[in-house]
T-cell receptor, first 112, second 112 residues
């Protein structure tokens, strides 16, 4: 089945380290998204991309960067991780128009 | 700004009762309003959505209503069952449909 895959699933890293979370999809969707989930704060949008050449900041992009290496791959980087970036991170994909978003399994990141 | 507010943050009902979750959005140009269910330890999944050209949509025990004038929409679950226990998220689209913003989530608990 076509799916959205995130790697790694769990990661513990130290403050100040650079870390990359990866997302790949076999759904053929052009739009890709990165969200972080914190209890009581819902799913907050970090970055989103319409295609390889079109990347947009979301609600909480400070401290994060992204790379859309191909239509199927969208990576999220924390250049210098800090403890308040500890969260559950989700990648999602959609086609153009008013369409359903499909989520990856999530990456649980802990910054110590 | 682009915002989705969701209430309540937690909701506890007895099995068989109805549950209602409400959301408001800030941009009159938004025209797509999905609802997602996230079971414990799982990824969010679409349960129902509504587009701005309709006022109500129903799928078995769940329904969504939309009031574009007031900029709010609601999820209604009737005859609740323990398996309805989960976190529910509403969302709205911005930026010509490309940006998907979520509410803060509602943790629904259905007591047997």
């Amino acid at each position: 089945d076509a799916d959205v895959t995130q790697t790694p699933r769990n990661r513990i890293t130290k403050t100040g380290k650079r870390i990359m979370l990866e997302c790949s999809q076999t759904k053929g969707h052009d739009r890709m998204y990165w969200y972080r989930q914190d209890p009581g704060l819902g799913l907050r949008l970090i970055y989103y991309s319409f295609d390889v050449k079109d990347i947009n900041k979301g609600e909480i992009s400070d401290g994060y960067s992204v790379s859309r290496q191909a239509q199927a791959k969208f990576s999220l980087s924390l250049e210098s991780a800090i403890p308040n970036q500890t969260a559950l991170y989700f990648c999602a994909t959609r086609t153009a128009g008013n369409t359903e978003a499909f989520f990856g399994q999530g990456t649980r990141l802990t910054v110590v | 700004g682009e915002n989705v507010e969701q209430h309540p943050s937690t909701l506890s009902v007895q099995e068989g009762d109805s549950a209602v979750i409400k959301c408001t959005y800030s941009d009159s140009a938004s025209n797509y309003f999905p609802w997602y269910k996230q079971e414990l330890g799982k990824r969010p999944q679409l349960i129902i959505d509504i587009r701005s050209n309709v006022g109500e949509k129903k799928d078995q025990r769940i329904a969504v209503t939309l009031n574009k004038t007031a900029k709010h929409f609601s999820l209604h679950i009737t005859e609740t069952q323990p398996e309805d226990s989960a976190v529910y998220f509403c969302a709205a689209t911005y930026n010509q449909g490309g940006k998907l913003i979520f509410g803060q989530g509602t943790e629904l608990s259905v007591k047997p």
